[in-house]
């Protein structure tokens, strides 16, 4: 399983974006890099998925660079009711066993 | 379309006493992965099972935990006289293994030793 390294923790304020980067420079080719949510006292909830450039849904966007090496997880506006621990794992098909490192604690305040 | 159901939500057991914990699939999913997480710490996989069969059980302690999935009913992790490290908060995630699936997870089981 690919390692991953993303910050320990970020602050912001309400209405800003937010910008989490993970860097993954073991990444094999089959790999997909996948963000996921977390909230105290709650299951991890699947945010976005992707493989390669750039994947938006509702909720964030995942810009992937083309040497695969690094993502960044994106998310436009927050708002308090984000605040949460994200995390950024790497796997090569959804059949294996997810590795969670700590994850990005992103606290927002008014 | 209900979600990846756990139960129960917390458990409360003393040193010496079983702990069993219950996940039910996603409809349609067939594939159940354990993890489990301490305070301040990531999700750590246990065991990954199909159905009636153990796929993966790398992660899990070789003493005292066993985990199963029936081939009708929830997966069931169990844990044999319970110790204090055992308190942790327990996931039990799903999949079906389409195309680009992903694992689904629970609410999880919080599990307290005294």
């Known amino acids: 399983l690919a390692k991953t390294t993303q910050p320990i923790s970020m602050d912001s304020y309400e209405g800003q974006e937010v910008n989490i980067t993970c860097s993954h420079n073991?990444?094999?080719?089959?790999?997909?890099i996948t963000w996921y949510q977390q909230f105290p006292s709650q299951g991890p909830r699947f945010i976005i998925q992707?493989?390669?450039t750039k994947v938006t849904n509702e909720v964030a966007s995942l810009f992937i660079p083309a040497d695969r090496k690094s993502s960044t997880l994106s998310l436009p506006r927050v708002s308090l009711s984000d605040t949460a621990v994200y995390y950024c794992?790497?796997?090569?098909?959804?059949?294996?066993?997810?590795?969670f490192g700590k994850g990005t604690s992103l606290l927002v305040t008014p | 379309n209900a979600g990846v159901m756990q139960n129960p939500r917390h458990l409360v057991r003393r040193r010496g006493q079983e702990a069993r914990l219950r996940c039910s699939p996603m409809?349609?999913?067939?594939?159940v992965y354990w993890y489990r997480q301490l305070p301040e710490e990531g999700l750590k996989f246990m065991v990954y099972?199909?159905?009636?069969?153990?796929?993966?059980e790398s992660g899990m302690p070789k003493e005292r935990f066993s985990a199963e999935f029936p081939k009708e009913g929830p997966s069931i992790l169990r844990i044999q006289q319970v110790v204090r490290g055992d308190s942790a908060a327990y996931f039990c995630?799903?999949?079906?293994?389409?195309?680009?699936?992903?694992?689904?997870f629970g609410p999880g089981t919080r599990l307290t030793v005294l």
């Open positions: 995630a799903s999949l079906s293994l389409a195309s680009t699936d992903t694992q689904y």
């Open positions: 794992l790497v796997a090569s098909n959804s059949g294996y066993a997810l590795n």
């Open positions: 099972l199909q159905k009636e069969n153990i796929i993966d």
């Open positions: 409809k349609g999913h067939s594939h």
């Open positions: 073991n990444i094999a080719t089959n790999d997909y």
């Open positions: 992707g493989y390669k």
